[in-house]
Every structure is written in structure tokens, then in C-alpha cells.
């Protein structure tokens, strides 16, 4: 008797064991529930079901850094689908490191990791790290189009331009597919070839499967081409067609609202955002709702949304997001206040003196502020050269 009630006792104490290594995987790296409207069909369950079976692997084999490593991956998608960044880039970077420590050995998990770890270095703004990331990437695998891809974004984002079109020669070479035309195509936006850029998005859009997260912001980006080019109808025309093949997309959504707002149709830009944010909590579609109240005339309540986008940006810091220039931005458009926004511009030209964006900005900035010697300086920066 007394053996099998020590047996009993073994056996519930490594129930209750088990029991707690389930709940601190749980916690440790929740999944946050998708809303409805985002489960586009069998997507949120094939999610939810890797979720359940990376987290028991885990569990079971703790030592397994396959298993982080996917998950990380996962939780980069949800970021993406949910605009959740700031609870999921910080796991995906904790699950990484753990994966990458774990695979020392492992060429193939070392690549893998890093290769992951460049690209929510990006996503968070983190430019130079990324790069520096990415390269380390290259000399265990010199032959994967993704991470070319990472060095594509992080030139590009820290002006080094002629590099980043030989990233993206390399990138086309090994794998001409959605990823790498898009990058062909944002590159020729840079260079001032329009028509070419729009060419290259649209091969970009036919490489893509209609109704996934990545061909919906390719199409998002030909959209936008359409409407930096003047043709506003086709750009709908893009817009419209993403939300028929993923119906709650909410960029679609908040693109189709920025161009009701810039032709008076308010009330309808109104709706259509509060759509798009109650989908997910994305900074720049509260940014839109502020421009939009302040055009109804509402001033009161577009300033207490603008407070709000300060509180979301200091939350988006806390998670390791890079904001200076969305802070430079927020300041000039929403607050009207040129010093604090000139503050902001320039911490962010300290870090990324050639980037083409950064020097637009400061152009226009220095421009309304009446300085006209500096709106030159940064205006001549902002001219990338031909190759």
C-alpha cells in the first residue's frame, strides 16, 4: 500500500511538473487572441494550432532551438497581421537569441536566427544593427535571397543606395519572386523611375498568392505608386482589390480613407478609419483620424487624439522601436509645433544623414520655418545620384 501510494505521489507531482512548464511557456511567450475580424478563415487556426504544438515541443524538448526559432517566426507574422509590435517583436528577439544559443553548432540554425533577427531589427527601425546582423548572416550563407533582402531595406533606410541596388541585384539573381521585385521597385521609386517602379510592383503583385498578408502590402505599394503618380482612380482601383481578396485589410482601409479626406468626403474618411483601428492599433491610422477631426473643424478632439499617438509612441520605444522621425512628423502635422519637430528630425538625421526621407523632411521643415539656407543644404541631400 504504502509503495503505491508513493507511486501515486511521484506520478501527480511530475503531472503538476508538467502542468507548470505548460503554463510558464504559456506566459513566458503568450499568443494573443486574434480579433474575428482578422482570422481570415483557416488562417488564425493553422496558427493557433502551430502555436500549440511549437509550445509542446518546447515543453518537451527544451533544449531544441528549432522549436524557438519557429516560433519566432510566428509571432513576426502576428505582428504584421495584428499590428501587435510591441508585444511581439520583443518575444520574437528573446526566442531568437534563445534559438541562436541553443544551435551553436548549427550552421543552418545560426543563419536561420540571424536571418530572422535583421529582419525585426527593421520592423523596430534598428538600421545599422540590421545591417550589421544580415552581414553576419552572408558569410555562413552567401546564397539565400532573404538576407540580401534585409541588406537591400537597411541600406536604403540608412542612404547607402548604390549598395542597396547591388543587394537587390544579388537578391533578383538567386530568386526573382514578390520580395525581391518589390524591392527592385522601391529602388526605382528612389531614383526617380516611376513607370518602372510601377512595373516592377506589378510583377511583384503576380508572384504573390491573392489573399496573403505580403501580396495585400504589395498591392498596398502599387496603390501607392498609383496615387505618388497622379492616378488616383487606379490607385482605388488597387486599394478596392485588396480589400475583395483579404476584406479586412486594414491598410487598404485606412489608404481608401486618406483619399475620401483629400476630396472633402469626411464623413466617409471618418468611418472608414475608425474601421481600420478597430481592426488594429496601428500609429499612423490615429494620426489620420487627427488629420481627418481637424478638417471637420473639431480641433478639440484631433488634439486629443494626437495626445493619444504620443502615448503609443512612447510604448512603441519601450519595445525597442526607433520613433524620431514618426515623433518629428507627429509634431509638425498634429501639433504644429516646428522646434519640437525640428528636435526630433534632426536625432534622426544624426543617425541617418543620407537617407532620402529624412532630408525631404527636414527640406520642407526648414522651408516653413523660412531657413532657407538649411532647406537647400538638406534638399541637395535629398537628390539620390544616378547610377
Not at 482570422?39 to 527544451?62: D, F, S, V
Not at 513607370?195 to 502590402?217: C, F, H, L, N, R
Not at 490607385?235 to 480589400?243: E, G, M, R, V, W
Request: proline share 2%; with cysteine.
Amino acid at each position: 500500500m504504502k509503495i503505491l501510494i508513493y507511486i501515486s505521489f511521484i506520478a501527480l507531482l511530475l503531472s503538476n511538473c508538467k502542468n507548470e512548464k505548460t503554463k510558464d511557456i504559456s506566459e513566458e511567450y503568450p499568443l494573443i487572441e486574434r480579433k474575428e475580424s482578422l482570422r481570415n478563415g483557416k488562417e488564425w487556426e493553422n496558427m493557433h494550432n502551430l502555436y500549440t504544438k511549437l509550445a509542446e515541443t518546447i515543453r518537451l524538448k527544451p533544449n531544441d532551438p528549432k522549436a524557438y526559432i519557429e516560433m519566432a517566426e510566428l509571432f513576426m507574422v502576428e505582428a504584421r497581421v495584428t499590428g501587435e509590435h510591441g508585444h511581439y517583436y520583443p518575444l520574437a528577439l528573446k526566442l531568437i537569441e534563445q534559438g541562436q544559443m541553443m544551435g551553436k553548432e548549427n550552421k543552418d540554425y545560426q543563419f536561420r536566427a540571424m536571418s530572422d533577427k535583421a529582419s525585426v531589427q527593421l520592423s523596430l527601425h534598428q538600421f545599422e544593427n540590421a545591417k550589421n546582423t544580415a552581414q553576419e548572416a552572408i558569410k555562413i550563407n552567401a546564397y539565400n535571397s532573404q538576407i540580401y533582402g534585409a541588406l537591400v531595406d537597411a541600406n536604403v533606410e540608412l542612404g547607402n543606395y548604390k549598395e542597396a541596388v547591388e543587394m537587390a541585384d544579388k537578391m533578383v539573381s538567386i530568386r526573382p519572386d514578390l520580395r525581391s521585385y518589390s524591392r527592385v521597385s522601391y529602388l526605382r521609386e528612389i531614383y526617380g523611375d516611376l513607370d518602372g517602379a510601377i512595373e516592377a510592383m506589378k510583377q511583384a503583385v503576380e508572384s504573390g498568392y491573392p489573399g496573403y498578408e505580403e501580396t495585400a502590402w504589395t498591392r498596398l505599394q502599387l496603390g501607392n505608386l498609383y496615387k505618388k503618380k497622379g492616378d488616383t482612380l487606379q490607385a482605388l482601383y488597387q486599394y478596392h482589390k485588396i480589400l475583395d481578396e483579404r476584406p479586412n485589410y486594414a491598410f487598404a482601409m485606412a489608404a481608401i480613407a486618406e483619399q475620401e479626406m483629400n476630396t472633402n468626403k469626411l464623413d466617409s474618411a471618418e468611418k472608414r478609419i475608425d474601421q481600420a483601428i478597430a481592426l488594429m492599433p496601428e500609429v499612423s491610422f490615429y494620426i489620420l483620424k487627427s488629420e481627418i477631426k481637424t478638417k471637420q473643424g473639431k480641433e478639440d478632439e484631433s488634439m486629443q487624439i494626437a495626445k493619444e499617438v504620443l502615448t503609443m509612441l512612447q510604448a512603441d520605444e519601450k519595445a525597442g522601436h526607433k520613433m524620431d522621425l514618426t515623433y518629428a512628423r507627429v509634431y509638425d502635422q498634429l501639433f504644429s509645433d516646428e522646434q519640437k519637430a525640428l528636435q526630433y528630425g534632426l536625432k534622426e538625421y544624426e543617425i541617418r544623414p543620407n537617407n532620402v526621407e529624412v532630408n525631404k523632411f527636414l527640406t520642407d521643415l526648414y522651408t516653413k520655418m523660412g531657413n532657407v539656407t538649411k532647406a537647400t543644404e538638406h534638399h541637395a541631400k535629398s537628390m539620390v545620384e544616378k547610377i
